[in-house]
């Protein structure tokens, strides 16, 4: 018999795994970080003479001195390992620069709109995760049966409407013909829950598909025919150890699912006129306000891999496969 770890020997693994998780988050924030900076910081055009010709709106050209100025006031004449560095000191400390455009604190203008852009994200999720657990929980209830035949296609179909398009449809019918819900830019649960369907259904068409094709895998099991023969009802079969079983891609897609949310907001309170990290990130992006992009592509990096962070410490508890064979020791 194997003897199991305990104590000491059983705490070190599990604070080792923890950490290497934690690592994998920072390389992957840090890696965007350095992404978005040279992408930003290396382009040929100059984001303060864009800054100074929209400021003057046709009424001259800036002169090379007031040029100059400005890009001594952000350090934008500093060397670019300089400017790097520098940044993401400042960064580590909660400093995240001033904007070009508007020149207050980036922190200023993305609090203004996170709050909304997290409760559209967070709608969405609260939608699609509950959805799609659902839909692909009765379409595979019976593999090959009459139900699985009628919806095993439905979530392909969902997925591939563009999201634009199917913005634009639910604001014809909910808004424009039954006049249920405000057309855009509405505030509150009425103008929350069209772009939360509608940034939610896609997601959710994706979720269901992963499931369904997980559950009807688990189901051809040995494991689920041995247990069907001992006499179990089918029900507590399926919930209790198909489902169980189907849930780590599920739970893996899901994870990912955040950042694709997170993307989707700027489809998606573009088409509704709502105030959000979204829009925010196109008209910054059109003015090269570099600051604020750098800023939300930094903060869109920590949500995304703070979810996979989650999930990768959830899957041990969920799966003690994911142990290392005899030891119990988290690989």
Excluded: C
């Amino acid at each position: 018999m194997t003897k199991q770890p305990t104590g000491a020997d059983a705490v070190w693994p599990v604070l080792g795994y923890v950490l290497r998780r934690f690592g994998y988050f920072a390389v992957v924030v840090l890696a965007v970080y350095t992404l978005a900076f040279l992408l930003l910081y290396a382009l040929p055009s100059d984001p303060v003479a864009v800054m100074l010709d929209r400021r003057s709106s046709g009424a001259g050209g800036s002169t090379p001195e007031q040029i100059a100025e400005l890009r001594e006031r952000y350090g934008l004449d500093e060397p670019l390992l300089v400017r790097y560095a520098g940044m993401f000191g400042r960064l580590l400390g909660g400093d995240l620069g001033v904007s070009f455009q508007s020149g207050q604190p980036v922190r200023d203008a993305l609090g203004a709109v996170a709050p909304n852009t997290l409760a559209l994200a967070g709608a969405a999720l609260l939608i699609a995760l509950p959805l799609s657990a659902l839909l692909a929980l009765v379409t595979s209830w019976r593999a090959g049966g009459v139900v699985h035949r009628l919806l095993v296609n439905v979530p392909a179909f969902i997925a591939a409407i563009p999201a634009f398009w199917l913005g634009l449809l639910l604001l014809q019918v909910f808004s424009f013909s039954l006049r249920w819900v405000p057309p855009a830019g509405g505030t509150g649960l009425a103008g929350l829950v069209l772009p939360a369907v509608a940034l939610a259904l896609p997601v959710s068409a994706a979720l269901t598909a992963v499931l369904m094709r997980s559950l009807d895998d688990v189901q051809r099991a040995p494991f689920v025919t041995l247990l069907s023969a001992r006499g179990l009802r089918w029900r507590r079969v399926y919930l209790a150890h198909v489902a169980r079983n189907a849930l780590l891609p599920f739970l893996t897609l899901a994870g990912l699912t955040v950042g694709g949310v997170m993307a989707g907001t700027v489809i998606t309170e573009t088409v509704f006129s709502r105030s959000g990290l979204g829009r925010l990130l196109v008209s910054s992006v059109e003015v090269q306000d570099a600051p604020v992009v750098l800023a939300i592509a930094v903060f869109g990096a920590v949500v995304f891999a703070g979810m996979n962070l989650v999930i990768d410490l959830l899957y041990p508890l969920l799966d003690p496969r994911i142990r290392r064979p005899g030891s119990g020791v988290l690989a």
